[in-house]
């Protein structure tokens, strides 16, 4: 019988080492939780994993910025609520005005409160929003409307309310401009104009039932625009809601799918590994009694 030695000890030794490999290879695996170690393990998994991760960066910059969004959709529908409130209590004020009861020193105190209203809408329109800029203004941080003091208002020319992307291909206005809020007649006239002419004209006294009569439609005018602008807001909000459902979705079914590519079956790893030393042990004893034969005792 004709023996290689050097060709016996090559083929125990890569065996053995192969064994060995894959006996750490899975203790490896059960000690991090990992089923692939490196991306050579499993390169199509790892392309998987790759795309999941960049997923994931996405995910999270949508998350933040609909989270932003939200706030800033809530913040403007609880104004739009407040300058709806002003609104509906100046046209109780016209309303009364137009009374014939009325006289030139009570429609005076009704122009006071119409004064003091006109007052708090320019405030309300100048809120400042969660990052400390005009919530209905303009991104340069202007305010989103300028009292003249002349019965006049000035709104910047420059106003483009802000899209912020919400999913791929998929974006959201935050907010308003208070040019939409306050307009009336499609951009000739404007709520904060109105009331104080109707309010000078209350102050001035004489016939003002011209002037009271227009006022009240351009009134129910505004708090139609108003509450138009309000159901937009809403709409755009309940648009952001769902997208957060959509994208807390996305993200389980992804973390459900990152489990399955880079997770291991410990209890699986774990009997392969019982096996695997099993079946090392075993080939290290039947190597370690081959290996000490000799010739005399292959002529037995």
């Known amino acids: 019988m004709q023996i290689s030695t050097s060709q016996f000890y090559s083929n125990a030794s890569t065996r053995l080492s192969k064994m060995s490999e894959r006996a750490s290879e899975l203790q490896t695996q059960i000690s991090t939780g990992k089923k692939m170690l490196k991306p050579s393990d499993d390169p199509a998994a790892s392309q998987q994993l790759a795309e999941l991760d960049r997923r994931d960066a996405d995910a999270a910059v949508y998350g933040t910025n609909m989270t932003l969004a939200g706030s800033l959709l809530d913040q403007a529908g609880t104004v739009l609520g407040q300058i709806n409130t002003q609104l509906t209590r100046a046209l109780e004020l016209a309303t009364l005005a137009g009374n014939g009861t009325q006289t030139d020193a009570t429609r005076k105190i009704t122009a006071t409160e119409l004064t003091s209203i006109v007052g708090s809408l320019v405030s309300l329109a100048n809120t400042k929003n969660v990052r400390g800029q005009p919530l209905f203004g303009s991104a340069s941080g202007g305010l989103a409307v300028t009292d003249n003091k002349d019965g006049t208002f000035t709104f910047p020319p420059d106003v483009q309310v802000s899209e912020v992307p919400i999913a791929d291909g998929q974006s959201v206005q935050a907010t308003?401009?208070?040019?939409?809020?306050f307009d009336i007649g499609g951009g000739t006239d404007n709520t904060l104009a109105m009331l104080s002419k109707l309010a000078a004209a209350l102050n001035a006294g004489g016939d003002v039932s011209t002037t009271v009569s227009s006022s009240l439609d351009k009134l129910n005018d505004s708090i139609n625009q108003v509450a138009d602008v309000t159901a937009?807001?809403?709409?755009?909000?309940?648009?952001?809601d769902l997208q957060q459902q959509l994208l807390t979705t996305a993200n389980t079914d992804r973390t459900e799918l990152r489990g399955k590519l880079e997770q291991v079956d410990v209890t699986d790893a774990i009997v392969q590994l019982q096996q695997m030393m099993t079946a090392l042990s075993a080939s290290q004893a039947s190597f370690t009694k081959l290996a000490g034969l000799s010739l005399f005792d292959y002529l037995k």
């Open 232 to 240: 937009s807001v809403g709409a755009r909000g309940a648009r952001i």
């Open 176 to 181: 308003e401009s208070a040019k939409r809020i």
